[in-house]
């Protein structure tokens, strides 16, 4: 969690307002990350970890502890869901068997 804690101080900073660093329990408000940077600081994350965590993760009272966590449990519960293959297991009717 220190190195998610770490890069997520990092991204949070592109977006702070304030002179205050990010720390662990101060929430986005406190930080001058308002509702607006909110998507899109989201995205930055979810673009950073390689994760999905939904936009209900981040609020203007979420700390970054929280979304350290957040980002820490679905890292662990993306690393434990089968990964799709890009390859057909087997030809369908509509599929061209000759290019599988």
Known sequence: ???TAAKLASLMGR???TATLPAPALPMAAL???ALDLPILL???EDAFGI???EDAITEDT???DIA???DAE?????KRPRRSLVPVSCRPWMDCAAA
């Open 69 to 71: 966590a957040a980002v």
């Open 43 to 45: 995205l930055d994350i």
């Open 52 to 54: 999905e965590i939904g």
């Open 63 to 65: 700390t970054l502890a």
């Open 15 to 17: 977006y702070a307002t």
């Open 1 to 3: 969690m220190r190195d």
């Open 75 to 79: 890292v662990e519960a993306s690393a």
């Open 32 to 34: 001058g990350i308002d």
